[in-house]
C-alpha cells in the first residue's frame, strides 16, 4: 500500500478545531467523494480509499450534494420501460 503526506499549516487544524487524525479522516472523504462525483472511482474504490464501508460512503454523499446514482433521464426511461 501507498501512503501520501502533506503538511496541514496549524492555524489550519486550529480554524476548524480538528486533530490531525480528525482532518485526515475528512480530508479523504472528502477526496474520494469528489473522485466518485467525477467519475473517477466506482462507490465501492471510493469508500475503499476514504476508509469506510461502502454503505456508510453512499449514505454520506447527500452531505457533499453528491447524487448516489447518476442516471440521464435515457437511463432513466429506459429503467421504468423494463420495470
Given at each position: 500500500?501507498?501512503?501520501?503526506?502533506?503538511?496541514?499549516?496549524?492555524?489550519?487544524?486550529?480554524?476548524?478545531?480538528?486533530?490531525?487524525?480528525?482532518?485526515?479522516?475528512?480530508?479523504r472523504?472528502?477526496?474520494?467523494?469528489?473522485?466518485?462525483?467525477?467519475?473517477?472511482?466506482?462507490?465501492?474504490?471510493?469508500?475503499?480509499?476514504?476508509?469506510?464501508?461502502?454503505?456508510?460512503?453512499?449514505?454520506?454523499?447527500?452531505?457533499?450534494?453528491?447524487?448516489?446514482?447518476d442516471?440521464?433521464?435515457?437511463?432513466?426511461?429506459?429503467?421504468?420501460?423494463?420495470?
Amino acid at each position: 500500500m501507498n501512503q501520501v503526506t502533506f503538511s496541514i499549516p496549524d492555524e489550519i487544524l486550529f480554524a476548524l478545531k480538528a486533530t490531525p487524525d480528525a482532518l485526515a479522516s475528512t480530508i479523504r472523504l472528502a477526496a474520494s467523494v469528489k473522485l466518485y462525483e467525477m467519475g473517477r472511482l466506482s462507490s465501492g474504490a471510493a469508500a475503499q480509499l476514504a476508509g469506510v464501508p461502502k454503505p456508510y460512503f453512499l449514505s454520506r454523499l447527500a452531505d457533499y450534494c453528491v447524487n448516489t446514482f447518476d442516471l440521464s433521464q435515457e437511463d432513466l426511461i429506459r429503467d421504468l420501460k423494463s420495470a
